[in-house]
């Protein structure tokens, strides 16, 4: 499934990974040594709004993953998470506020207080 977002850019994942959170990735997995690794983004149930993000390094190339890279990182869905994270954009902030991976998922109609699950 190839889907053009918002921005234009055409993915097969369907998820946009801004030059931010690919960069902060990249420098992450150049700072492990390791290029046998894909960012995953996946969809399990829980958290009190009853879904719950994983955002993680992967060595596994599961049955169905959808795939696309990003500025030499390559970022992998599962086919269950798909439609899930269907036109989410994963950004990295870092402010005096916060830091660390943001995904900003126009599926998701609430989320809890903590911002840790959706629904």
């Avoid at 983004?41 to 879904?51: D, H, K, R, S």
């Avoid at 916060?98 to 609430?110: C, E, L, R, V, Y």
């Amino acid at each position: 499934m190839t889907v053009q977002n918002e921005s234009g850019t055409t993915t097969t994942t369907g998820v946009l990974l801004t030059d931010a959170a690919a960069g902060k990735a990249k420098a992450l997995l150049d700072q492990e040594g390791r290029e046998d690794l894909s960012l995953r983004i996946a969809v399990q149930p829980g958290g009190c709004a009853g879904l719950r993000y994983q955002l993680f390094f992967d060595d596994r190339s599961l049955d169905g993953d959808l795939t696309d890279d990003f500025g030499g990182v390559t970022l992998a869905v599962d086919r269950m998470s798909a439609p899930y994270v269907g036109g989410a954009t994963i950004d990295f902030v870092d402010t005096i506020e916060k830091q660390g991976f943001t995904i900003d998922n126009p599926n998701a109609t609430g989320s809890c207080a903590c911002g840790d699950s959706f629904n």
